[in-house]
């Protein structure tokens, strides 16, 4: 045995998650567009709620979140008893993994996959299995080709970060008809409300005994810095995913904020709108300027340069111009660059910049 102290397995071969940059060296001004933040911040209500908040601060939060648990239930329609909260949608899955892979387990992401997956699957002594996607698509027939005896839990984000496409319901009922019985199947919707008429897979969770959904404050809410997220499942998962939750996992304020977010309902409508005309707007301009761009369902879009060495020089190009937008390499992507969709002059500047890059204006 070991003479010295030691981290569990796994532990190790963590590579430590890479978030936006938000600096540029030498420049005070910097337009960020690196972490599918929402350019517009949260919900008037939402901060006053926040502000409200801070008083008491002496008080323990209540352990339930039965307010911001019933507020997500009458947004979205859901049994508030089937669903679990946590400090951001990270947490959710973290606990998802912890409770459902251990040692010697297999969990599936994909290819392009967000990259807290494997970090997740790693932490829990699990192995994560990466499968192919077919052109920076999820595909249902590589899954199922890859579960085996030892596969416990299949991710998969719908809308995917960072390619920004979607599988269908029909795929997604094929993938988990296919799935053996005690595979869990976790529908990560942090990009949801981003995809006119998607329910985020409340559906899938309603018509079978092994799927979770999650969901985030983060990206449509503009909450990001304040860290809330939230699953629903059955509630045989949601009761095993409370054994592992600490019980104050939420300050008063965060889901006083997260629950003023929900029920405003004409603000996170007018955020999807905005989103999805400049979305269009943008895509449309790469397309014509000569760069790739799949067509998105989230708040970002992945550009596609015809190099990696491109992706680099265009990036550079944007940092001098003051932009900051996502390199993808980490994520197989190395000739691309994610880019969020800020608000109309944000995304003119961006334009502008890629234009005199490729040389077209
Ligand atoms: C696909 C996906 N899932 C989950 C998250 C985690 O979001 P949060 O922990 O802020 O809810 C992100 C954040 O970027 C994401 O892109």
Redo the contacts with the bound molecule.
Sequence with gaps: MSKTIQPQPGIMNIALYVSGESKIAGQDEVLKLSS?ENPYGPSEMAKAAFAEAAVDLHRYPATDHAPLRRAIGEAHLLDPDRIICGV????V?QFITQCYAGHGDEVITTQHG?S?YPILAHAAGAIPVEVREAERRVDVDAILEAVTDRTRIVFI?NP??PTGTMVSEAELRRLIEGLPPQVLFVH?G??TEFADGFDGGASLVDDYPNVIM?R???KIHGL?GL?I?WGYARREIIEVLNRVRQPFNLSQAQMAAAEAAIRDVAYTAWCARENARWRDWLRNALVQMGVGCDESFANFVLARFDTPAEAEACDAALKAGGILVRRVGGYQLPDCLRITIGDEAACRRIVDVIARFKGVR
């Design positions: 599918n951001g949608s990270d947490e899955l967000f807290m984000a995917a970060n990560d942090a990009y999650t985030t404050f983060s990001g860290r997220g």
